[in-house]
């Protein structure tokens, strides 16, 4: 079973308008921390968000926001006021303990912002 | 601060020649990791070390690919000989795990391999 799902290859969003980048995630680890990357063109791969499992509030970071459901085992990202320099692709990671801390990457979404 | 650091960039060599890839980590950071990434594909584990050990080497194609992390700090990873199905993107990523951090990974910009 895939341990982090991302089910949107490709989304579009208008400027200024608000998107919800979609991801799920399998573990039954009661310990476990959620990421959200961004990749650009240029190559390097920028931490956005994080989300602890034991977390009680969604996390936020300035226009970055975690929908963090844990019984439904997603963890959503939501960009709002996007901006042309939000295009990119976007992965959803997870890091496990109990397989040693190693990280989980989902096949990404490609975003795309429309002027 | 200085992230980590990766070279070369670009490399085009051609099939059955030997490449290899070298990374800096964060100051600090006490675990590498080695991701190779194909062309619309999330990042996949080629190897882990803790300090200098390998801690998580499943995922290498031991038979054409190693590694080394000599003191642990900078490591090399080295393809011989490298198969048209090598070329993408090799990432590095360097972390520290403590009570304080949420642990996440800091990627360097990348290798970008392509084999002819």
């Known amino acids: 079973a895939q341990k982090i799902t991302q089910t949107q290859p490709g989304m579009f969003v208008q400027e200024k308008e608000a998107v919800t980048l979609d991801c799920t995630y399998d573990t039954s680890d009661p310990s476990y921390g959620l990421f959200w990357y961004k990749q650009p063109s240029s190559g390097e791969m920028i931490f956005l968000i994080y989300q602890g499992s034991y977390d009680q509030q969604n996390a936020t970071e300035g226009r970055y926001s975690l929908n963090f459901q844990k019984a439904r085992k997603s963890a959503n990202l939501v960009i709002s006021a996007s901006q042309l320099g939000d295009s990119a692709m976007y992965f959803c990671a997870m890091r496990e303990p109990y397989t040693g801390n190693q990280f989980y990457f989902g096949t990404g979404t490609s975003l795309t912002v429309i002027p | 601060e200085a992230g980590v650091v990766q070279s070369p960039r670009y490399k085009i060599i051609e099939k059955k020649q030997p490449v290899a890839f070298w990374c800096n980590p964060i100051?600090?950071?006490?675990?590498l990791y080695w991701y190779l990434q194909n062309l619309g594909q999330g990042p996949e584990l080629l190897i882990r070390?803790?300090?200098?050990?390998?801690?998580?080497d499943s995922q290498l194609p031991k038979d054409r690919f190693s590694a080394e992390r000599l003191k642990g700090v900078d490591s090399t990873l080295k393809i011989q000989p490298a198969e048209l199905g090598d070329s993408a993107v090799y990432l590095c990523?360097?972390?520290?795990?403590?009570?304080?951090?949420?642990?996440?990974?800091?990627f360097g910009e990348g290798s970008r391999l392509t084999v002819l």
């Open positions: 990523a360097s972390s520290v795990h403590s009570g304080a951090n949420t642990g996440e990974l800091f």
């Open positions: 100051s600090g950071h006490n675990t």
């Open positions: 070390y803790e300090n200098e050990e390998a801690v998580d």
